[in-house]
């Protein structure tokens, strides 16, 4: 079986660094998938993701001059989208613009009212004391 660029096959993990995870491929070819083929999330030890011995389906990315060749398994993975991904708790509704800017001024009236009625009061009722004049 020749190993394409796009091409599918199963391996198994030979080899895990700090930088991705050596792949034995039907032929006795070694390929690498880097860690940021690993997994549609964020990697930060690809032993959290794979160990020796497993087997693998991985996508071939890349073949090179010198026959090194890049893998994937996240190119083999479901695509992550708002439909498939658990909805976050805790999280509010969303809001229209319109209804923020309503509240924000309804708030900002009120504020405005108690700030006048607390400097109006420090005065001494100064507006009343026009009147009398």
Do not use: C, W
């Given at each position: 079986?020749?190993?394409?660029?796009?091409?599918?096959?199963?391996?198994?993990?030979?080899?895990?660094?700090?930088?991705?995870?050596?792949?034995?491929?039907?032929?006795?070819?070694?390929?690498?998938?880097?860690?940021?083929?690993?997994a549609?999330?964020?990697?930060?030890?690809?032993?959290?993701?794979?160990?020796?011995?497993?087997?693998?389906?991985?996508?071939?990315?890349?073949?090179d001059d010198r026959g090194k060749i890049g893998l994937s398994i996240k190119q083999l993975q479901a695509p992550r989208t708002p439909a498939n991904e658990p909805r976050r708790q805790g999280r509010p509704n969303t809001v229209s613009f319109e209804d923020k800017l309503n509240k924000f001024l309804k708030d900002s009236d009120e504020r405005l009212m108690d700030l006048r009625?607390?400097?109006?009061?420090?005065?001494?009722?100064?507006?009343?004391?026009?009147k009398a004049e």
């Open positions: 079986m020749s190993i394409e660029i796009g091409s599918v096959v199963e391996g198994v993990v030979t080899g895990i660094t700090n930088f991705g995870a050596f792949v034995e491929l039907p032929g006795g070819k070694v390929g690498l998938v880097h860690i940021s083929e690993v549609d999330v964020y990697v930060r030890d690809v032993k959290d993701f794979l160990k020796e011995q497993d087997k693998v389906k991985v996508k071939v990315l890349s073949i009625r607390n400097t109006e009061s420090k005065r001494g009722g100064r507006g009343s004391a026009r």
